[in-house]
């Protein structure tokens, strides 16, 4: 019976562990824009555009700016792989460039709120958050005519 007990025990043990995984490396992430932003989708090449700074202005004339998590944080590691297509090491480098500041700077922020904050507060920025941390004061536009529930979303966590 102890043996039995036991077993059970180390059996939810694990189950609540993987739960807690799936969690964490099945997170949805959104791509936000300003409310008057009149943008509705982006391709995901044309996302890379902007996370290059080869894209440096919405249509309206109005410069992009980029929000992000922290440079280090699992969220940014994702998007940068996801959008960019390299290593993270690789990308990091792409947003750190010095040449970057007059062309879409990045701003990072310590959590989604700041970045919504951010991005609610300036026409031309764009940012990238958890969907479930969506609260309001920000607009979630389409990627490669997906939403981020949608099957087939690009930026769906692993």
């Known amino acids: 019976m102890g043996t039995s007990a036991m077993r059970n025990r180390l059996l939810i043990i694990c189950v609540l562990v ?3 995984a799936s969690v964490a490396f099945g997170t949805d992430y959104a791509i936000v824009v300003n409310p008057a932003n009149p943008l509705r989708a982006l391709s995901l090449v044309e996302l890379g555009k902007i996370f290059k700074a080869k894209t440096t ?3 309206d004339g109005k410069g992009i700016t980029l929000v992000l998590r922290e440079p280090n944080s699992p969220a940014t590691k994702f998007i940068l ?3 960019l297509g390299g290593t993270f090491d690789e990308e990091k480098a792409v947003l750190s460039d010095p040449g970057r500041k007059n062309a ?3 701003v990072f922020a310590e959590s989604d709120e700041e970045v919504m904050r951010i991005v609610g507060g300036n026409a031309g920025a764009v940012g990238v958050i958890d969907v479930y ?3 309001g004061g920000v607009k979630v536009i389409k990627i490669d005519d997906k939403q981020p529930f949608d099957p087939g979303y690009v930026l769906k966590g692993r």
Request: zero cysteines; proline letters at 13%; hydrophobic letters at 55%.
């Open 18 to 20: 993987l739960s807690v």
């Open 104 to 106: 879409v700077p990045v």
């Open 81 to 83: 792989e996801k959008v």
């Open 57 to 59: 202005i919405w249509p």
């Open 133 to 135: 941390n969506i609260t």
